[in-house]
């Protein structure tokens, strides 16, 4: 994977450089990771650096930022993973990936049956995990 986006940054005229790999591997051990998590991660690197690189990997649909609250986390987009949902404890922070077709047909026909031709959507449930409820 780390070749396919290394070949993908090259493509449009951006170098893999040491840096951004090394954001990208910090994405690729957290996710989804807070901005706090991948700065922390990440000691050497310029907080600025890290904000634009992030940035960077969504412009060019390599990460995708999912939004909690006011705040938001970073994942791979769903053109590295496949898609999911997430569900995110407000007690611990835990954030946990949902596979399930259930939600997605759903989502499919309530948007066809209005008529509307979706581009992209996210779902996150907020609650209490299993340890902290």
Known sequence: MELEIKNLLKQQGFSATKTRMAVLGAILKMQ????QQLISALPDVDRATV?????????????????????????LSDSFQEHHHHLT?????????????????????????NGFRPVRHDLEIIG?????S
């Open 32 to 35: 989804p990771a807070s901005m």
């Open 51 to 75: 904000y634009r690189t992030v940035d960077l990997f969504v412009e060019l649909n390599i990460a995708k930022k999912v939004h909690t609250g006011f705040k938001y986390r970073v994942e």
């Open 89 to 113: 404890c407000l007690r611990c922070g835990t954030v946990l990936d949902v596979h399930t077709p259930e939600i997605e047909y759903a989502i499919d026909q309530t948007a066809s049956s």
């Open 128 to 132: 209490y995990c299993a340890q902290c």
